[in-house]
């Protein structure tokens, strides 16, 4: 039994957390050893086997990134949810490490992490196991580490179990501090379903009062908000959050669920956000949801999980399913939030592939893995077609200049969206052994799309011109 002593409270190791955490770590060894490699990630963080969804607790402790995420290590299906971790020194080398939390009483939904006193603190909602669908109730847990390795449960948990309209959605808080205060953003619903995020505030993480209302969908934005965020950039506050049930409207909201944001303005005196946008989707590939952002050396870093409920995952036959996107440096400009590849991403590169002129009909031959950054003229067209060697795996890319859209057809299923180049007419595309990743420009639009190529990847310039091109082999940066 280990005594530690964390906001003024003593707590109990739970000895059979840690039990259970070498018995998940014992199967997932064995069960590593079965994974077909044909589609694991080279780059992407993703489960080591079973099944991955959103990204937890994404942190900075001690000089290291840590991100936690979603985890049944037992199915390559959702189940009872543990959180998985890894941490990394730069944002693209990354380590697993052992799993963080294991469900006892309560199953371990999404949450996020702070550091306080030199102690990591992960919030995260427990969903009770022995509730059943449509009953259940969600509550507010805290467990602590003090070597960001190995995690204790708070003995009082939970620490926040109240919604002012007694919603029992009640999930995936998101901490931050301020001035003093401990602040967390928590997705719920109205009692007539409509989406909302709730604010509260705590001196000490464990007592928490109700502020306000953050925001709320007046009828047309969705049933419930999840993974809710709130952050500032260049003096505006920004809203973030996956909102379920959206109507698909034309080009737009058309995965099964959406994440987008809220700009607007915020008072720590008042606890109200006054809205100066619409929602606005963040990414507009295949696959794509429930974002967590975290800040370091004054740079907004997201990471979203590269999956969607209710979309078939074609390595779920090999033992293993879901992934995390590469990590994303946010900006807010001309009254759109941003995302590029952070700077480490260049870390990857080894070998150039080609540099030049990329010909009408010419084709670039990766292996798994690439980076292609092509420039063409914005008055005629730009295709590409990118393909497995041995078929399958098929995505064209497209500029239409009649429209002004970019264009990502995944075997007939299209995502479009209406680009307006900033400073730059660029387009940079990650691949990766069953992904692809779309940056128009500075980031003012983005695909993200998972994709099944046989073999390596093929990419042919189909567009009626040349393009200025340099293409990249990536390094592997997780582990096998
Ligand atoms: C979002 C979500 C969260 C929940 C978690 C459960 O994808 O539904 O709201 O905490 O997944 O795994």
């Not at 990354?94 to 030199?118: I, N, R, Y």
């Not at 001035?179 to 001196?203: H, M, N």
């Not at 209406?418 to 420009?441: A, H, N």
Request: proline fraction near 5%.
């Amino acid at each position: 039994v280990v005594f530690l002593s964390v906001v003024g409270t003593v707590y109990l190791k739970s000895v059979k957390q840690s039990d259970a955490i070498e018995e998940v770590e014992r199967y997932i060894a064995e069960k590593k050893a079965e994974i077909n490699p044909r589609y694991r990630l080279q780059y992407h963080v993703a489960p080591p086997v079973g099944w991955m969804n959103d990204p937890n607790g994404f942190s900075y402790f001690r000089g290291e990134y840590h991100l936690f995420y979603q985890f049944y290590p037992y199915d390559s299906q959702w189940g009872p949810m543990h959180w998985g971790h890894v941490s990394s020194p730069n944002l693209v080398d990354w380590k697993q490490l052992p799993t963080a939390l294991v469900p006892e009483e309560e199953m371990c939904f999404s949450g996020s992490a702070v550091v306080k006193d030199d102690t990591m603190i992960l919030m995260y909602t427990g969903r009770l196991t022995t509730d059943v669908e449509p009953f259940f109730n969600e509550t507010q847990y805290l467990a602590f580490s003090d070597d960001g390795v190995v995690f204790h449960k708070y003995e009082g948990n939970p620490v926040l179990s109240f919604t002012p309209n007694g919603s029992p959605d009640f999930r995936d808080p998101k901490v931050w501090k301020h001035e003093g205060y401990w602040y967390v953003v928590i997705g719920s619903k109205t009692l007539d379903e409509r989406g909302r995020v709730l604010l509260y505030r705590s001196p000490d993480m464990v007592n928490w009062e109700f502020l306000s209302i953050i925001g709320e969908s007046t009828g047309g934005m969705g049933y419930m908000w999840e993974c809710p965020d709130f952050f500032e950039i260049k003096g505006k506050h920004i809203l973030l959050m996956s909102p379920q049930g959206i109507e698909p409207q034309g080009d737009r909201y058309k995965n099964t669920h959406q994440t987008g944001y809220i700009i607007g303005s915020f008072n720590y005196e008042t606890y109200e956000f006054v809205p100066e946008s619409d929602f606005q989707e963040i990414d507009f590939g295949h696959d794509f949801y429930a974002t967590q952002t975290t800040e370091v050396d004054g740079k907004r870093i997201l990471i979203a999980w590269f999956g969607m409920w209710d979309v078939p995952y074609p390595e779920d036959v090999d033992g293993w399913a879901g992934a995390m996107t590469i990590f994303r440096e946010l900006d807010l400009v001309a009254n759109r939030v941003t995302m590029k590849p952070v700077e480490a991403m260049t870390d990857l590169r080894t070998e150039t592939l080609f540099e030049g002129e990329f010909s009408e009909d010419g084709i670039i031959e990766f292996g798994k893995t690439g980076e292609l950054i092509v420039k063409g003229d914005l008055s005629k067209n730009i295709e590409l077609e990118i393909k497995g060697s041995n078929g399958g795996g098929q995505v064209i890319v497209r500029w239409d200049t009649a429209v002004r859209k970019v264009v990502v057809d995944r075997e007939g299923d299209v995502r479009q969206v209406e680009w307006l180049p900033l400073k730059s007419e660029s387009w940079r595309i990650f691949l990766d052994s069953s992904s692809l990743e779309l940056f128009c420009g500075e980031g003012e639009v983005v695909f993200s799309t998972r994709v099944y190529p046989d073999g390596d990847w093929y990419v042919t310039n189909r567009s009626p011109q040349a393009l200025d091109t340099v293409a990249y082999k990536l390094r592997r940066s997780v582990p096998e």
